[in-house]
């Protein structure tokens, strides 16, 4: 199985196997693709040893040695710098680039010096638009809420636009003063104070169309009831409602055999959704917050910009008490890279205690991503059944009465044995 490929990239010659292809944007997996990983930094290698065996383990159980992956180590972060004198070394990139989908543990950003953030600048390179967040309960992890196993999202928030694209010019730069001259010139009634410091928010109908089409295209492959717009369009309406007309257009569009919008439920089906379509729906932003306490189970896929996407995610992982275990995914239409969402917590270090759960569920929706389903459901069956029998990490061992506290080490052979 799989094929030798006579090169190496930062000094390491590539496993025995295959590339994965993209068709479309979307992978096709070989039995057994070459999947670089970025360890992480701190804590990184330890969650990394206890993934792998995980994420092996479920290929195994899954596939009986029909399918396997070659791992492939790349380098980034401290270890990079360290080894290569380099934070984000080229032939990390170059065999990400040729690979396509990688995982990754948390990285240290580099304070001063001038060094972006290595996760920003992976997005950049890439162009990874579309930030996937899934979001759900596991029984007995501690939550705020009465009822946080009614929440069960997954977030798709638009990664290159937005205010995050970082058009700054601080108060009273040149920059600034030429913005607010040149806005005062074509709008003469919006005044802007002149030491106003100013901030541009690109949103496109390309970059937003791309991004639901993904939103979309997930909820009709996981057979999910609803995709949600998400803005704030009644206030900025050619940025934020725009989006959500370039959504329901889009859905009219490319998707009208698999989806129907809230209108035409109303309208044509009196209110309700017919067999097999997904509902396109839409929700102003500060109305999603309240409606996503209230009434989660009225939520699936929802689809966003960057900043409401920023916020929402981590409030919804908070809701199910799930922090420090959200997983998540960046995804292009040549490249995923699958991550860690917390940092690296480094006085836990090389400790054998840290939780290892946010890494090993980006590897769930790895698998689900290239279309190991089988593996993916081995790994979640066996991870919330180790969280039912309360053997957990410091971090949920403190907060959960009765549990037994065990290392990251052991945590990661509960799940394997778990699994079936
Ligand atoms: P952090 O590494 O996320 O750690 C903050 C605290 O969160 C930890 O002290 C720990 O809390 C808890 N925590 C984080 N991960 C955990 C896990 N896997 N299991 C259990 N508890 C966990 O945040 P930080 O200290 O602000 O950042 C440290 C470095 O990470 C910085 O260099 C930062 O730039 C980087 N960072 C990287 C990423 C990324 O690569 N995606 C994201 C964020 C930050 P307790 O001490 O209370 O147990």
């Not at 090993?360 to 919330?384: C, H, K, N, P, T």
Request: glycine share 10%.
């Amino acid at each position: 199985m799989g094929q030798v490929i006579d090169k190496t990239y930062n000094g390491l010659k590539v496993p025995e196997g295959e590339t994965i292809k993209f068709e479309n944007g979307r992978p096709v997996t070989p039995n057994k693709p070459i999947i670089p990983f970025i360890e992480g930094d701190g804590t990184g290698r330890d969650i990394w040893k206890a993934s792998k065996l995980v994420f092996d383990a479920a290929v195994e159980k899954a596939y009986g040695g029909k399918r396997s992956v070659a791992w492939f180590e790349v380098f980034a972060g401290e270890k990079a710098n360290n080894e290569f004198k380099e934070w984000l070394p080229k032939e990390t990139l170059d065999a990400l680039k040729e690979f396509g989908v990688g995982i990754k543990g948390p990285l240290t950003t580099p304070v001063g010096g001038g060094i972006r953030s290595l996760n920003v600048t992976l997005r950049q390179v890439f162009d990874l638009y579309a930030c996937v967040r899934p979001v759900r309960y596991f029984q007995g992890v501690p939550s705020p809420v009465v009822a946080p196993e009614k929440l069960d999202v997954v977030i798709y928030r638009e990664n290159t636009e937005d205010v995050y694209a970082g058009i700054e010019f601080p108060a009273s730069s040149p920059e600034a003063k030429k913005l607010i001259e040149v806005l005062h010139s074509i709008a003469p009634e919006k005044h802007i104070r002149p030491d106003a410091g100013i901030g541009i928010k690109p949103v496109s109908k390309t970059g937003s169309q791309r991004l639901i089409r993904r939103a979309i295209q997930y909820a009709i492959e996981h057979k999910k009831p609803s995709v949600t717009l998400m803005h704030k369009g009644n206030i900025m309406k050619f940025t934020e409602g725009a989006f959500r007309d370039w959504g329901y257009q889009l859905a009219a569009e490319e998707f009208a055999n698999q989806t129907i919008s809230e209108e035409k439920i109303w309208d044509e089906h009196d209110g309700k959704v017919p067999a097999g379509k997904v509902l396109i729906k839409d929700r102003i932003a500060d109305s999603m917050f309240q409606q996503i306490l209230t009434r989660p189970d009225e939520y699936s896929v929802i689809a966003t910009t960057n900043l409401n996407g920023d916020y929402l995610s981590d409030a919804c992982a908070a809701q199910v008490g799930g922090l420090g275990i959200a997983p998540g995914a960046n995804i292009g239409d040549n490249c995923a890279i699958f991550e860690a969402t917390h940092g690296t917590a480094p006085k836990y270090a090389d400790k054998d205690v840290i939780n290892p759960g946010s890494v090993i569920l980006s590897g769930v929706l790895m698998f689900e991503y290239l279309g190991w389903q089988e593996a993916a459901d081995r790994i979640i069956q066996g991870f919330a059944k180790t969280i039912q029998q309360k053997k957990v990490t410091y971090d949920l061992e403190r907060l959960m009465s009765g549990a037994t506290k065990v290392k990251t080490s052991e945590f990661a052979k509960h799940i394997i044995e778990n699994m079936g």
